[in-house]
């Protein structure tokens, strides 16, 4: 239990992390004429993340989750390939990347990192899906798993 709280903290840091950059870019975005739609919808977006990080652990410690080596170190690999993703996302977009929806007019699509892939639209949905299945299940939280994926 005690490293599925690392790794909660450590996720938990590098969404932190994702706050100070998107702060930046929104700046940014801003000041060239961004315009930012679904505003309504950004809270319930925090409130969701955040019930991931904190949900999860409760659960595992509430309902007392083994930890299944086997579904666990599977998991983690897939939390580690989506923070990878999420990252090449990140810097692909570079200042157009945001946590909310900001759109800069006139801005051609980026065709650069993972947005090349036509098949592969919007790549940093696919991390955040993954991850919000996947770091529960790092240790069988899987009634968080479901209901942050639902």
Do not use: D
Not at 85 to 109: A, E, F, H, K, M
Not at 121 to 140: I, S
């Amino acid at each position: 239990m005690i490293w599925y709280l690392v790794l909660i903290l450590l996720v938990g840091l590098e969404r932190l992390a994702e706050l100070v950059v998107s702060k930046r870019n929104a700046a940014w975005s801003m000041a060239r004429g961004g315009v930012e739609t679904g505003q309504g919808h950004y809270p319930w977006m925090v409130l969701l993340h955040t019930a991931l990080l904190v949900g999860a652990p409760l659960e595992v410690w509430l309902a007392g989750r083994p930890f299944l080596p086997g579904l666990g170190w599977t998991m983690l690999a897939l939390v580690l390939a989506a923070q990878g993703l999420r990252w090449w996302c990140i810097l692909s977009l570079g200042p157009r990347w945001n946590t909310r929806v900001i759109v800069v007019p006139g801005l051609p699509l980026v065709t650069r990192g993972p947005y090349r892939l036509s098949w592969l639209r919007h790549p940093n949905y696919v991390a955040v899906v993954v991850e919000g299945f996947a770091l529960p299940l790092v240790h069988t939280a899987w009634v968080t798993a479901v209901a942050f994926t639902a």
